[in-house]
């Protein structure tokens, strides 16, 4: 299988290129060329394995310059007993909300408590192994810029793992204590961490710049080194979250909730557009799909896009309870427009342009009918999140996270609507522990306090809810890095932690 650049269909690379390079030279996305099609036996014959055996189908399908074995390899590194606490990573949780019955998919079992690592626990192994097949001997150099969550799942991902180097950067007065503490506290030989006097921007910006630095880029690659990228455009990040949805199919099937061939819903708490793409993909493939379900927060800019037809990423930016999803670019959906357009570069580039230069694009009307047969999209506010956790946790005593919760107001949103009661499965993207905060205002306010802790402790009493290992265990781990610099000094800093 090859894959082309969404901004240039001649660009075409082969899986081990188009991880090891992140993004395409034109800017555009890696889009494999042609989608594997699985029919119902091929559903059938995923039925009796673990999760793990169906993601080694599933990517022997997608990574064919791969051999079996070095795909055996990633998987059985990435989803271990001991970092996703049982032998299924993406266990599907039956619930009632509002008389509906839901079917939540718990992704928030890996060791940072967040869906991001389904694929950053894999993503590494991936790589590795795509660049000894492109450029080998070579040690990948990571630079990551983070308000906070993808910088410690990356952390995590990449820690130990041989022929790579990652150093984080984030804002000092720019993330929340917990996550202060669960960066500073990383372990792993082969990672390091630093706060930046500055906001998120100015380490983003200060990280672009290094990777096109030349003086550096000559270093390392004097060093038998090279930059490489773990962002969410990458496609060995995408390419993982189709498993778990093909996954929860076969569990649906053999949990008798519906028969094989039954069309499901999806719905996903979207900010970047990569799970739920991921979701799309798997339909492509031929999962029986009815609707896919676009929740998003205050920054509603992707549910007036799927109404409308218009991207204007012009309008206020809300810092909101689910912060993960406070986003205005959605990068993967430049994937889904290349999609709807018929594999239309031309048109695709231009409207990346139109985004870059006037911060909006409005698509055809024949991709505006693609995306509204089979798209919906709805918002939530910061309100009407907390009611949610609330209101399940009442009716159910399972807490759900902020992000997970806007998913589920927004299904609640669409079967009133539409009075559509296929049976659904909804993507639950945190542990409700990584935002303790929010999520004590919504079932206890009078037990918010200043210490992270006490309140992880508190919520833990009131709600019984069991609190992850991972962050339990974060109070009593040493700090290993407290170092701070301007944001001008990056440079200075990568070349030191480096040592070239
Ligand atoms: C990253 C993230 C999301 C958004 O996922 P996208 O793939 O970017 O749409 C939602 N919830 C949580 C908790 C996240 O960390």
Redesign the pocket.
């Given at each position: 299988m090859l894959y082309n650049s969404t901004e240039n269909n001649k660009e075409v690379v082969s899986a081990a290129q188009a991880i090891a390079q992140g993004i395409s030279k034109d800017g555009g996305l890696f889009v494999p060329q042609e989608l594997p099609k699985y029919t119902e036996e091929t559903f059938k014959s995923l039925l009796g394995l673990s999760y793990n055996e169906r993601a080694k189908i599933v990517f022997s399908d997608f990574l064919t310059d791969f051999t079996e074995e070095e795909i055996a390899d990633c998987v059985d590194k990435a989803y271990t007993v001991e970092k996703f606490g049982s032998e299924c990573p993406a266990p599907l949780v039956a619930k009632k909300y509002n008389g509906n019955e839901i079917n939540i998919m718990e992704l928030?079992h890996g060791p940072t408590c967040?869906?991001?690592d389904m694929a950053l626990q894999i993503l590494p192994h991936f790589l590795t192994k795509s660049l000894k097949k492109t450029y080998d001997g070579k040690t990948a150099v990571i630079l990551v810029a983070t308000s906070g969550?993808?910088g410690k799942?990356a952390l995590e991902g990449f820690k130990d793992v041989d022929h790579t180097k990652m150093i984080v950067f984030y804002p000092e007065d720019g993330v929340s204590p917990m996550q202060k503490r669960q960066m500073n506290t990383q372990k792993g030989s082969n990672v390091n961490v630093c706060a930046i006097k500055g906001n998120f921007d100015d380490a983003q910006t200060g990280v672009k710049k290094i990777f096109t630095t030349d003086e550096i880029v000559e270093l390392l690659h004097k060093n038998d080194m090279l930059f490489s990228s773990a962002n969410?455009i990458n496609w060995g990040r995408l390419l993982p979250?189709i498993v778990y949805y093909i996954s929860a199919y076969c569990d649906l099937v053999n949990s008798k909730k519906i028969n094989m061939g039954d069309k499901i819903n999806i719905v996903?708490?979207?900010?970047?557009?990569?799970?739920?793409?991921?979701a799309y993909y798997a339909y492509c493939m031929g999962m029986p799909v009815n609707k896919f379900i676009c929740a998003s927060n205050q920054n509603n800019v992707l549910t007036d896009f799927i109404n409308t037809g218009v991207y204007d990423k012009n309008r206020q930016f809300y810092a909101t309870a689910?912060p993960?999803?406070d986003?205005l670019v959605?990068s993967?959906l430049e994937r889904l427009l290349y999609k709807f357009s018929g594999n239309n570069d031309e048109l695709v580039a231009k409207w990346m342009n139109q985004l870059k230069t006037e911060g909006k694009y409005e698509v055809t009307d024949e991709v505006k009918k693609e995306i509204t047969s089979k798209f919906f999209g709805g918002f939530c506010d910061d309100t009407n999140t907390k009611a949610t956790i609330k209101e399940l946790f009442d009716e159910e005593k399972y807490l759900c996270?902020t992000?997970?919760s806007v998913a589920i107001n927004v299904y609640n949103q669409y079967v009133e609507k539409t009075g559509d009661k296929t049976p659904v499965v909804i993507?639950s993207?945190?542990s409700p522990y990584?935002f303790s905060h929010s999520v004590l205002e919504a079932v206890a306010p009078e037990a918010i306090c200043d210490d992270e802790f006490t309140m992880v402790d508190e919520l833990n009493k009131i709600t019984g809810a069991e609190v992850p290992k991972p962050i339990a265990e974060l109070k009593n781990l040493e700090v290993r890095f407290n170092n701070v610099t301007d944001a001008d000094k990056m440079p200075e800093y990568v070349k030191n932690t480096l040592g070239i």
């Open positions: 928030w967040a869906f991001k969550d993808t799942a969410s979250q996903v708490p979207t900010g970047n557009f990569g799970n739920i793409l991921a689910s993960s999803m986003i959605s993967n996270d992000h997970t993507a993207t945190a990584k």
